[in-house]
């Protein structure tokens, strides 16, 4: 789809240009040219004989052969224009800003349909519509301000909203971040933000093309793509962020399992992101604050030195950062005492650094030096300084400046001072450096780069199960919940391991059945979809006589169609389960079971199918992971079988796409033995 008309075009038509620049068309068109667009321009206006100096042609027919087209005319004109452009003057390229189309009703979705018809004819290619258009190193292709300077440095912008993409671009080139090529796609009516992520993977130089990629997605549209072709960039050595708007739970469907119950479509969409290596941002600022990090040497470890004249901003850095899995660790020793020597008296070098507000240009440049020569449990270093508006501190942020390209360590720099020190700063952006305003977002940031996995790069090995069984009971189960039986069946081809239980419609056929059992054990009413809400589970039974007196009460709770009986196990409560979400893969979910599944929705998320490396960091990001590795007397459990239930789960759905929701919880772990208490499987 995206091709070379598109992105080096020889002739440009603007179709619908003018002289108003106030107008779309007008501002597209004195844009392209301040941009020095080399190849051919040709404008459309039957009410202009001339556009800011280049002749107006009265209608499209009149043109000559050109290779892209941009449309800023009303929509209803739009898809005979495009016939045109196509069939007669050879275009194979369309940006169409105009909206009206798809986003705006019935009529609009069928002009969409037909231009896209008409441009698939050629093979070409359909930016749009409803977009702002396109930004190559060629030409200036949009219709809105700021036009960011070029920079071969800078960074690729892919985005669902041209409103979004404007203000991600005036927020960036404030902090210093540029960019390359910009590509707001609209309604993606033919080219989505997948489509030219995987023209940029299919065509990638490492050594010309920009290596660091910003997407902002209001839609998935094809979530395989997706995770494809970034998971092929970044191993290739690009850096990808991304934000997904539209992912909170009030936008998917009600759910009535406890995994309906907490999933939401963001955490598929982590899920997804965390498979390919894309670091997850909630905003504007998070993206760019990523950028900025990427910008920078990578970070290569845990341990960071802050370096300040500004307690409270350290304090906030550090909270941050500790927040985040990162360390701000102690500095001591006799290299530490030499430093201090350096410094001013009442200075610390204890970390934070603080060097106090008196502190000067030279000091800055010798902790620098100690942080990246001598205090070897250091691998980056954050300075936080800005200006009370006393002093002249251009010579710092020059020391600044040189330490960045020497050290080989990363620094981050945190000039908060954008009144007091505006022009400090600016100069310290000339040179190509990228600032942070502000410690906290810039804490968070780090954090999220550095805890975001590479791109899952093993063939993944899933555990054998009997997919032959598997399939016999989904393939002649009904739609909803399977029944007890079923679920039994499902878990044993599985091999995920299960209680022994009992299930009774008939009080007579239990009683007779409890010989098999060892008391006490936990009866529990089989129908309500939520067994505690209708307090239908019962524990601590010791005896045949409460046996059959619960039994009673449990089948007169309503819609209960039976009673389950089980062993009363101990040990910590685990929880597994599945949601799928249109489009996407499986994903499977695990955290401490029982009530707390959501009272602490303390909750790791995976996207089938998982590897063992995944279901690893899945167990181990939870809050409460060490309790499953055994705290203050506590009992943990068989972490190693808690990641193969992980994996066998995912087999599970591999070899039964037709489940879309599913819950065991509790699993019930000691250190020798996991297994399944409670399960529902839902299959549509």
Request: net charge negative; aromatic share 6%.
């Given at each position: 789809?995206v091709?070379?008309?598109?992105l080096?075009?020889?002739?440009?038509?603007i179709?619908g240009?003018?002289?108003?620049?106030?107008k779309?068309?007008?501002n597209m068109?004195?844009?392209i040219?301040?941009?020095?667009f080399?190849?051919?321009?040709?404008a459309v206006?039957p009410?202009?004989?001339?556009?800011?100096g280049?002749?107006?042609f009265?209608?499209?027919?009149e043109?000559p052969?050109?290779?892209l087209?941009?449309?800023?005319?009303?929509?209803?004109?739009?898809?005979e224009?495009?016939?045109i452009?196509?069939?007669?003057k050879?275009?194979k390229?369309?940006?169409?800003?105009?909206a009206g189309?798809?986003?705006?009703g019935?009529q609009?979705?069928?002009?969409?349909?037909?231009i896209?018809?008409?441009v698939n004819?050629?093979?070409?290619?359909?930016?749009?519509?409803n977009?702002i258009?396109?930004?190559?190193?060629?030409?200036?292709?949009?219709?809105t301000?700021?036009?960011?300077?070029?920079?071969?440095?800078?960074c690729?912008l892919i985005s669902?909203?041209?409103?979004t993409?404007?203000?991600?671009?005036e927020?960036?080139?404030?902090?210093?971040?540029?960019?390359?090529?910009?590509?707001?796609?609209?309604?993606?009516a033919?080219?989505g933000v997948?489509?030219i992520?995987?023209?940029m993977?299919?065509?990638?130089d490492a050594?010309?093309?920009?290596?660091?990629?910003?997407?902002?997605?209001?839609t998935?549209?094809?979530?395989?793509?997706l995770?494809?072709?970034?998971?092929?960039?970044i191993?290739?050595?690009?850096?990808?962020a991304?934000i997904?708007?539209?992912?909170?739970?009030?936008?998917?469907?009600?759910?009535?399992s406890?995994?309906?119950?907490?999933?939401?479509?963001?955490?598929?969409?982590?899920a997804?992101?965390n498979?390919?290596g894309i670091?997850?941002?909630s905003?504007?600022?998070e993206?760019?604050?990523?950028?900025?990090?990427f910008?920078?040497?990578k970070?290569?470890?845990?341990n960071?030195?802050?370096?300040?004249?500004?307690?409270g901003?350290?304090?906030m850095?550090a909270?941050?950062?500790?927040?985040?899995?990162?360390k701000v660790?102690e500095?001591?020793?006799?290299?530490?005492e030499?430093?201090?020597t350096f410094?001013?008296?009442?200075s610390s070098?204890a970390?934070?650094?603080?060097?106090?507000?008196?502190g000067?240009?030279e000091q800055?440049?010798i902790?620098?030096?100690?942080?990246?020569?001598?205090?070897e449990?250091?691998?980056?270093?954050?300075?936080v300084?800005?200006?009370p508006g006393?002093?002249?501190v251009?010579?710092?942020?020059?020391?600044l400046?040189?330490?960045?390209?020497?050290?080989?360590?990363?620094?981050?720099?945190?000039?908060?001072?954008?009144v007091?020190?505006?022009?400090e700063?600016q100069s310290f952006?000339?040179?190509?450096?990228?600032?942070?305003p502000?410690?906290?977002v810039l804490?968070?940031a780090?954090?999220?780069?550095?805890?975001?996995?590479?791109p899952?790069?093993?063939?993944?090995?899933l555990?054998k199960?009997?997919?032959?069984?598997?399939?016999?009971?989904?393939d002649t189960?009904?739609?909803g919940?399977l029944?007890?039986?079923q679920?039994?069946?499902?878990?044993?081809?599985?091999?995920?391991?299960?209680v022994t239980?009992?299930v009774?419609?008939?009080?007579?056929?239990?009683?007779a059945a409890m010989?098999?059992?060892?008391?006490?054990?936990v009866?529990?009413?089989?129908?309500?979809?939520?067994?505690?809400?209708?307090?239908g589970?019962?524990?601590?039974?010791?005896?045949?006589e409460e046996?059959?007196?619960?039994?009673?009460?449990?089948?007169?709770?309503?819609?209960?169609?039976?009673?389950m009986?089980?062993p009363q196990?101990?040990?910590l409560e685990?929880?597994?389960?599945?949601?799928?979400e249109?489009?996407?893969?499986?994903?499977?979910?695990?955290g401490?079971?029982?009530?707390?599944?959501?009272v602490?929705?303390?909750?790791?998320?995976g996207?089938s199918?998982?590897?063992k490396?995944?279901?690893?960091?899945m167990?181990?990001?939870?809050?409460?992971?060490?309790?499953?590795?055994?705290?203050?007397?506590?009992?943990?459990v068989?972490?190693?079988?808690?990641?193969?239930?992980?994996q066998?789960?995912?087999?599970?759905?591999?070899a039964a796409?037709?489940?879309?929701e599913?819950d065991?919880n509790?699993?019930?772990?000691?250190r020798?033995?996991?297994v399944?208490?409670d399960?529902?499987v839902?299959?549509?």
């Amino acid at each position: 789809m995206v091709n070379n008309q598109l992105l080096n075009p020889k002739s440009i038509a603007i179709i619908g240009a003018s002289n108003d620049t106030k107008k779309p068309g007008g501002n597209m068109l004195k844009n392209i040219l301040a941009g020095g667009f080399a190849g051919n321009l040709y404008a459309v206006n039957p009410k202009e004989e001339r556009i800011q100096g280049i002749k107006s042609f009265s209608e499209v027919k009149e043109i000559p052969q050109t290779d892209l087209a941009i449309l800023a005319i009303p929509a209803k004109y739009c898809p005979e224009t495009v016939k045109i452009l196509a069939k007669e003057k050879n275009t194979k390229a369309f940006i169409i800003i105009s909206a009206g189309f798809g986003e705006a009703g019935e009529q609009g979705k069928q002009w969409e349909q037909q231009i896209v018809l008409t441009v698939n004819s050629v093979d070409g290619c359909l930016i749009g519509p409803n977009c702002i258009g396109v930004i190559t190193e060629n030409y200036k292709g949009v219709f809105t301000a700021p036009v960011p300077q070029f920079n071969p440095k800078g960074c690729d912008l892919i985005s669902g909203s041209g409103a979004t993409a404007v203000f991600i671009m005036e927020a960036g080139m404030a902090l210093g971040v540029s960019f390359v090529n910009v590509f707001s796609v609209g309604n993606a009516a033919q080219t989505g933000v997948e489509h030219i992520l995987e023209y940029m993977d299919e065509n990638f130089d490492a050594e010309k093309d920009p290596l660091i990629k910003l997407l902002y997605l209001e839609t998935i549209s094809n979530p395989q793509k997706l995770l494809k072709h970034a998971s092929s960039l970044i191993k290739k050595g690009a850096k990808i962020a991304a934000i997904k708007a539209g992912s909170t739970a009030e936008g998917s469907r009600a759910a009535t399992s406890h995994t309906g119950a907490i999933a939401s479509s963001d955490m598929t969409v982590r899920a997804l992101f965390n498979k390919a290596g894309i670091v997850y941002c909630s905003s504007r600022e998070e993206l760019l604050s990523v950028a900025s990090i990427f910008n920078y040497k990578k970070l290569e470890g845990k341990n960071i030195a802050i370096i300040t004249h500004a307690g409270g901003s350290a304090v906030m850095l550090a909270d941050e950062l500790s927040k985040g899995g990162l360390k701000v660790p102690e500095i001591s020793g006799p290299d530490a005492e030499k430093l201090k020597t350096f410094l001013y008296p009442g200075s610390s070098v204890a970390n934070p650094i603080d060097f106090l507000a008196t502190g000067t240009a030279e000091q800055l440049g010798i902790i620098i030096d100690y942080c990246e020569h001598k205090f070897e449990n250091i691998d980056a270093m954050a300075v936080v300084f800005g200006s009370p508006g006393l002093f002249d501190v251009e010579n710092v942020y020059n020391v600044l400046s040189v330490k960045l390209e020497i050290c080989n360590k990363p620094i981050f720099p945190v000039l908060p001072s954008v009144v007091n020190a505006q022009r400090e700063i600016q100069s310290f952006l000339k040179k190509g450096h990228i600032n942070f305003p502000d410690e906290v977002v810039l804490g968070k940031a780090l954090s999220q780069v550095f805890n975001t996995p590479e791109p899952v790069s093993e063939a993944i090995s899933l555990p054998k199960i009997d997919i032959e069984k598997i399939r016999s009971v989904v393939d002649t189960a009904s739609e909803g919940y399977l029944d007890a039986a079923q679920t039994q069946k499902l878990l044993d081809a599985a091999g995920i391991p299960r209680v022994t239980e009992l299930v009774e419609n008939s009080k007579e056929k239990l009683l007779a059945a409890m010989d098999s059992l060892e008391f006490p054990v936990v009866m529990k009413v089989v129908g309500p979809l939520h067994k505690s809400d209708a307090k239908g589970v019962v524990l601590n039974i010791t005896s045949k006589e409460e046996v059959s007196k619960t039994f009673d009460r449990l089948m007169q709770i309503d819609s209960a169609t039976a009673v389950m009986v089980q062993p009363q196990l101990a040990g910590l409560e685990l929880f597994v389960g599945v949601m799928k979400e249109p489009g996407f893969n499986h994903t499977i979910l695990c955290g401490l079971g029982g009530i707390f599944i959501e009272v602490l929705n303390d909750v790791s998320a995976g996207l089938s199918p998982i590897s063992k490396n995944e279901a690893q960091q899945m167990v181990q990001s939870l809050r409460g992971y060490k309790l499953i590795q055994g705290a203050r007397g506590q009992e943990g459990v068989d972490e190693n079988q808690f990641v193969e239930i992980i994996q066998r789960l995912s087999a599970l759905v591999e070899a039964a796409p037709e489940i879309t929701e599913m819950d065991i919880n509790p699993l019930i772990g000691t250190r020798k033995n996991i297994v399944a208490v409670d399960a529902r499987v839902r299959l549509q």
